[in-house]
């Protein structure tokens, strides 16, 4: 009873203008933030809509079902290929025309990793690039129905990436060694090198094109890690992100939220 008088409390502090702030929240606030988020609010009334439009097109129960596990295995690697090609890459900051989308969509985050606000994707990329992924595999299987259950399997999965990313940037020791383990992995990439641990919270396609690595003592500091190379050297040859933030790119994080040595260390 009074976990649920605590949650009702922070839904409404958030409700009334508090800043999603995870560097200074707790778990409980976390979920009373995430639960009420539009975004996920979203993502939830989607992933009804989509499972009742599988069942409802259903001709053959497995083949319906036969996309699930297979979203299951190629969208982390999808996700893998767009964090590393795509949101790391310099291509978009570099056109006046996609400036503005890596900024929000990326650019952003790491420059303040623990903003809410901008960890969430907005909804009008990130769904129709689950569908552009999932939607075609799982039609191929399944047609009609295996499309949206494929859909839907991807919306549930970026509702759990979601809600994990957020653990590695809430205030907060979990308990569960595994998220232990990916907190940290999510720490080096955020404040150690950007160039590696790109996974949130499956690191098989990091493992399998190299760029997994355990601890700050792997490798060198990269000078990229807070502006992903948008230095203000590129920002006065490509001004677009600058003009939209308002202020240079700043190339290291406010030392209050900077991790502690031992927290890119450390061993699960």
Same mark, same amino acid.
């Given at each position: 009873?009074? !976990?649920?008088?605590?949650?009702?409390?922070?839904?409404?502090?958030?409700?009334?203008? /508090?800043?999603? %702030?995870?560097?200074?929240? $707790?778990?409980?606030?976390?979920?009373?933030?995430?639960?009420?988020?539009?975004?996920?609010?979203?993502?939830?009334?989607?992933?009804?809509?989509?499972?009742?439009?599988?069942?409802? %097109?259903?001709? $053959?129960?497995?083949?319906?079902?036969?996309?699930?596990? *297979?979203?299951?295995?190629?969208?982390?690697?999808?996700?893998?290929?767009?964090?590393?090609?795509?949101?790391?890459? /310099?291509?978009?900051?570099?056109?006046?025309? !996609?400036?503005?989308?890596?900024?929000?969509?990326?650019?952003?985050?790491?420059? %303040?990793?623990?903003?809410?606000? *901008?960890?969430?994707?907005?909804?009008?990329?990130?769904?129709?690039?689950?569908?552009?992924?999932?939607?075609?595999?799982?039609?191929?299987?399944?047609?009609?129905?295996?499309?949206?259950?494929?859909?839907?399997?991807?919306?549930?999965?970026?509702?759990?990436?979601?809600?994990?990313?957020?653990?590695?940037?809430?205030?907060?020791?979990?308990?569960?060694?595994? *998220?232990?383990?990916?907190?940290?992995?999510?720490?080096? +990439? +955020?404040?150690?090198?950007?160039?590696?641990?790109?996974?949130? !919270?499956?690191?098989? #396609? %990091?493992?399998?094109?190299? !760029?997994?690595?355990?601890?700050?003592?792997? /490798?060198?500091?990269?000078?990229?890690?807070?502006?992903?190379?948008?230095?203000?050297?590129?920002?006065? /040859?490509?001004?677009?992100?600058?003009?939209?933030?308002?202020? #240079?790119?700043?190339?290291?994080?406010?030392?209050?939220?900077?991790?502690?040595?031992?927290?890119?260390?450390?061993?699960?």
């Amino acid at each position: 009873m009074s !976990t649920l008088k605590t949650f009702l409390q922070n839904t409404t502090l958030l409700r009334k203008g /508090r800043s999603y %702030d995870l560097g200074k929240m $707790n778990l409980t606030q976390l979920w009373a933030a995430y639960l009420t988020y539009p975004t996920i609010l979203l993502y939830f009334a989607l992933i009804l809509l989509t499972a009742y439009l599988s069942l409802k %097109d259903i001709s $053959n129960i497995w083949l319906s079902l036969i996309p699930i596990p *297979v979203v299951v295995v190629i969208y982390p690697l999808a996700w893998y290929l767009i964090h590393k090609y795509l949101l790391h890459g /310099r291509l978009f900051y570099r056109n006046p025309l !996609t400036a503005s989308l890596w900024k929000r969509v990326h650019f952003d985050h790491h420059q %303040d990793p623990h903003l809410l606000e *901008v960890l969430f994707g907005s909804p009008f990329n990130t769904v129709p690039t689950m569908a552009v992924i999932t939607m075609p595999v799982g039609a191929l299987i399944g047609g009609w129905s295996g499309a949206w259950s494929a859909l839907s399997t991807a919306l549930v999965m970026t509702c759990i990436y979601e809600f994990f990313h957020c653990i590695q940037h809430l205030a907060y020791k979990p308990r569960w060694n595994w *998220v232990v383990y990916i907190k940290q992995l999510h720490v080096l +990439h +955020h404040f150690h090198d950007e160039d590696g641990n790109y996974g949130i !919270t499956n690191y098989l #396609p %990091d493992r399998l094109f190299k !760029t997994f690595y355990r601890e700050a003592k792997e /490798r060198p500091k990269s000078p990229y890690v807070f502006n992903l190379g948008y230095t203000i050297e590129e920002a006065k /040859r490509y001004p677009w992100v600058m003009k939209k933030t308002g202020s #240079p790119p700043r190339d290291k994080p406010d030392p209050a939220r900077a991790p502690k040595k031992d927290e890119l260390s450390k061993r699960a």
